[in-house]
């Protein structure tokens, strides 16, 4: 997805101290949301994250609001890129658009973490976990993002707001898995409240990580960020455990032990000593949500292929692979009527 490279320019040199073009500018290859891109000048680089061209549905790809919280993050223990400068007119490259600092480290695809020694592969999740804890520890007042979401009954407002983008989306179409935990998914949320900043897709791949320790140094694609319940985002993120690698980054189907990783309860309970909790009731129940939420996900990835305006190359197989994820949502909704 080009842009025009001269308005650009323009517009960096008046609202960037210091920027020094020409620019080149490289497109991201990945993601699914919003078109990212290296921009390069004889001095330095930067990252431009714009919303997407084209008709899209309401309230998606909000890149203002990544960068609102980025912003708001940026003087606590979460580690946020540097929000550069904000562009919220669309006629500069025809959507609005943010600048970050640019981050350099490593960003790992592989939930197993392959391509890092297996004596020391615990202690890269240890790191994704920390940097979780850490989020989820960050009181939204107190960093000015009190009116970031709404606060209380979190699971009702998602559920109705990725039950109301798969109805809504009719060129992707309707599944029967789908349709029966939109009907399940109101009836069972569980007991209590809490509200915190949740990053809403925090998984491996949307890190990066120091380039030759164990540490997350920059937590990315923030589009999904909102005001929510923290055991929701974790779950999300753990998730990873029952998630085939072949559709996002999992180890769904293998041994932690084998790999060198700590197991799924082990890991929980890592989260729950950094967050001060003895355990987390109703655990099955946050996974089956999330399989669903992601199902939900792939299908608007599906409805954007067909309209033609999705990002990335992997659009279309992860198109392909909705209806597969729409049936581990189901098997999950029914592994936790099952402990009812």
């Avoid at 305006?309 to 098997?331: M, T």
Wanted: proline share 7%; charged share 25%.
């Amino acid at each position: 997805m080009g842009l025009d490279e001269t308005a650009l320019d323009a517009w960096l040199t008046a609202n960037v101290d210091g920027f020094d073009g020409p620019v080149q500018v490289d497109q991201f290859s990945g993601g699914q949301s919003n078109p990212t891109y290296r921009l390069t000048t004889q001095k330095g680089r930067y990252v431009l994250r714009r919303k997407p061209p084209g008709p899209l549905l309401k309230g998606a790809h909000d890149v203002l609001r990544e960068a609102r919280v980025m912003t708001g993050l940026s003087d606590t223990p979460v580690p946020v890129p540097p929000i550069i400068a904000v562009c919220e007119d669309p006629d500069v490259i025809g959507t609005p658009f943010f600048i970050m600092g640019m981050v350099e480290g490593r960003i790992f695809w592989d939930a197993a973490f392959g391509e890092i020694a297996k004596h020391d592969r615990a202690a890269y999740f240890d790191a994704m976990n920390a940097a979780m804890a850490a989020l989820h520890s960050v009181d939204p007042y107190a960093v000015g993002l009190a009116e970031f979401g709404r606060a209380g009954n979190y699971f009702e407002r998602q559920i109705a707001r990725w039950s109301g983008q798969y109805r809504e989306d009719t060129l992707a179409g309707r599944d029967a898995n789908m349709d029966e935990l939109v009907e399940w998914l109101p009836s069972a949320i569980p007991a209590g409240e809490e509200t915190r900043i949740v990053h809403g897709d925090f998984r491996c791949d949307n890190m990066i990580f120091h380039p030759s320790r164990p540490e997350v140094i920059a937590i990315l694609d923030w589009e999904l960020a909102t005001l929510g319940h923290p055991l929701a985002d974790f779950a999300y993120h753990a998730m990873m455990y029952r998630m085939p690698g072949d559709i996002v980054a999992g180890i769904g189907g293998l041994d932690p032990h084998e790999l060198g990783l700590p197991t799924e309860p082990e890991y929980v309970a890592a989260y729950c000593r950094r967050t001060g909790r003895d355990g987390i009731p109703d655990w099955e129940y946050y996974i089956a949500f999330n399989l669903f939420r992601l199902a939900a996900i792939f299908h608007g990835i599906k409805g954007r292929v067909l309209r033609g305006n999705a990002v990335s190359e992997e659009a279309s197989e992860r198109a392909a692979n909705f209806p597969r994820l729409a049936i581990l949502a189901r098997q999950a909704m029914e592994r936790c009527r099952a402990t009812d």
